[in-house]
């Protein structure tokens, strides 16, 4: 029982290439997939990755080090996919509470995994975490790139985009003709009800562990009486705001495979 | 935007008692109990807990130190509630491989939150813990404090057992009208299907990183012909074995609240 399977990580490594290589034209990885091959990895001259484009498509490469860049060389036999946008993400715009460090990464890796199509944070006025110290770009830059580290793990091969943070009202500024806001309970709201998961782009917003406060409730009631939001019920349990994200993404793909 | 709204942990604190405390019949709570309110939550003579028996009913009640010991004091007019197991819990009985540390704590938390009735922790052949060392015993305890910690937190009535470690032959020894297999497209079965969720108990196994074995998948073909299994399809992309347990957990609790 002791012969363990080829471990995952011996698969072929997967490597971002915004432009795929063709053949006759080689491309030159950028600066962090180049030193994740080399270093981390440490792949040799010839050997062989999957490039994939972030948008759908990906084609077999071997790598060709040219002195201090790494480039990748395909040839017309090489075997290439390509998937539409709908075969493999639901129709979810997670719209979600920026969370503390450990949750935030573990979110956006299932989010990849899940087959959420984008996910924009939000900073609410009950959030406990304060992004403005490090800087917007730091936060964003280290969000997309747990989100790419998903997608080649899972075989992904649309990139999800981790939007930059906004605040609830900026967030509603992007109309959507199908969003939901979860709402606890206790925020005194009636009517919430389970989400109803379409074929057509949802907008899901999930608050932060402390609740949406009270300023973001009047946002969300003027919204409500213009028919722009639905309130949606996550069921009987009290769901911490991670738990809740993990619902709903589960649901849209159960939805979508059913 | 500062005043933030009352921290959670400020709820009152939720106690597991077995046998909960009645008009003029005082309880005394266990060693381990005891020394949360005391040590950690440092609650005071007189102090309000709400005292749960993990069997669906609770009861608000005070503390009372007695020397060394706690004592839950209830009386009539105290508020109680009852539940019965289906109005908080899906039917799902989930069988997983057991993962490594922090994924083992996290599933178990989100089970308990998600409504998962009962877990059974799989020792599978390609699994990469080695729970042997330590002794059963350990593991099997510090799961079960997680899930009755996790069952306070959400506000749960109904205890999620977890259950001793066994193998997949063993789980399979578990006679259950519906049990699906979660397997990989590698695996080279045919015919997964997505896991239809019903009002019965459903018994979902799912496999390590490392997939199943072959002679565990010998065991799934001999269980499908005489009509014991179905075989689980879980979306396009690959699932960590946590994430499919989630997303498993979630669809369960979509189906019961829609």
């Keep these: 029982m002791n012969s363990k399977r080829q471990n995952r990580s011996h698969r072929i490594a997967r490597v971002l290439c915004p432009i795929l290589p063709t053949a006759g034209r080689p491309v030159c ?49 090489n075997p290439s996919r390509r998937l539409p946008l709908d075969a493999e993400t639901t129709p979810l715009v997670l719209e979600v509470a920026i969370l503390k460090g450990d949750a935030m990464s573990w979110l956006i890796e299932k989010a990849v995994e899940l087959g959420v199509r984008r996910l924009v944070p939000l900073e609410c006025d ?69 989400i109803e998961f379409l074929a057509q782009e949802l907008h899901v917003m999930i608050g932060p562990e402390g609740g949406w406060s009270p300023s973001e409730c009047d946002v969300f009631r003027a919204e409500l009486k213009q028919g722009h939001l639905k309130l949606a019920s996550l069921g009987p349990l009290v769901l911490r705001a991670e738990t809740a994200s993990l619902f709903v993404m589960s649901s849209a793909l159960q939805a979508k495979i059913n």
Tied chains: 1, 2.
């Design 29 to 77: 990885l950028d600066e962090s997939e180049a030193n994740h091959l080399h270093q981390v990895l440490r792949l040799r001259n010839g050997d062989p990755v999957i490039a994939l484009d972030g948008k759908g498509a990906e084609v077999s490469a071997q790598i060709q080090y040219r002195e201090k860049t790494i480039w990748l060389v395909t040839g017309m036999q």
């Design 126 to 194: 009950y959030g406990v975490v304060e992004i403005a110290k490090k800087g917007t770009e730091h936060f964003v830059e280290r969000w997309q790139r747990i989100a790419d580290q998903a997608l080649k793990q899972c075989e992904r091969l649309h990139q999800m985009k981790v939007d930059s943070p906004r605040s609830v009202p900026e967030a509603l500024k992007e109309r959507a003709p199908h969003r939901w806001v979860a709402i606890e309970p206790s925020a005194g709201f009636t009517e919430a009800r389970p």
